[in-house]
């Protein structure tokens, strides 16, 4: 049975560097082909895709959000870890992190999901 | 990047009906394409990946069609729970990006 919950602050300063766990089970990320991400979703706005790590450390991240954005794996603890930098108010949102669909064709199918946690940007 | 455009944003619709959504690329995407659930307070649920193929436990209501820049998601009779916000997400290169959804409710 695969399981996902992020763990994190549920409030951070603007300026400050966010720091998100994704700790997981049911699977583990020296497999080949598996891959965790990370998804947001501002209150009442639509789905964002964040970014993905993969078996083999390949890392992918959303264009405009590049250079804030840093995704790493602990294999060992079975915890992926997402940092952005520089949080603005506007990164308020319920951050998620979710399993590759090993079965789908393509690298992006997200079929397992945590629960989400909400970061709120405030001073 | 290629942008993906669903529609109609909001549908009303009553129990029993046959509902279609419509995600349109602006490029071509083969067939890979998936579509997901989402309730209040709840994360996505997976309907569909590979543009048609029904995910594991999803009921066989729904269904997905199409390739290339035009994609639907059909329920073919809305049950009480298939009220919820729906989303394509394009899944054949980076960025994985995903539409801005439909949200589905009851007339």
């Known amino acids: 049975q695969i399981t996902l919950k992020e763990s994190g602050p549920a409030l951070v300063k603007p300026t400050q560097t966010l720091t998100l766990t994704c700790s997981f089970s049911?699977?583990?990320?020296?497999?080949?082909?598996?891959?965790v991400g990370w998804v947001r979703q501002p209150p009442g706005k639509a789905l964002e895709w964040l970014a993905v790590?993969?078996?083999?450390?390949?890392?992918r991240y959303s264009p405009s959000l590049r250079s804030r954005l840093t995704i790493t794996k602990d294999t060992s603890n079975s915890q992926v870890v997402l940092t952005m930098t520089n949080m603005d108010p506007v990164d308020t949102a319920t951050y998620y992190c979710?399993?590759?669909?090993?079965?789908?064709?393509?690298?992006?199918?997200?079929?397992?999901w945590g629960q989400g946690i909400l970061v709120t940007v405030s001073s | 990047d290629i942008q993906l455009t669903q529609s109609p944003s909001f549908l009303s619709a009553s129990l029993g009906d046959r509902v279609t959504i419509t995600c349109r690329a602006s490029?071509?995407?083969?067939?890979?394409l998936a579509w997901y659930q989402q309730k209040p307070g709840k994360a996505p649920n997976l309907l569909i990946y590979?543009?048609?193929t029904l995910q594991s436990g999803v009921p066989s209501r729904f269904s997905g069609s199409g390739s290339g820049t035009e994609f639907t998601l059909t329920i073919s009779s809305l049950q009480p729970e298939d009220f919820a916000t729906y989303y394509c997400?394009?899944?054949?290169?980076?960025?994985?990006?995903f539409g801005g959804g439909t949200k589905l409710d009851i007339k």
């Open positions: 979710a399993h590759r669909h090993a079965a789908a064709p393509g690298p992006g199918a997200l079929d397992y």
């Open positions: 049911g699977f583990s990320l020296s497999t080949s082909e598996v891959g």
């Open positions: 790590i993969y078996w083999n450390d390949d890392k």
């Open positions: 490029q071509g995407l083969n067939r890979y």
């Open positions: 590979a543009a048609s």
């Open positions: 997400q394009r899944v054949d290169s980076y960025p994985l990006t």
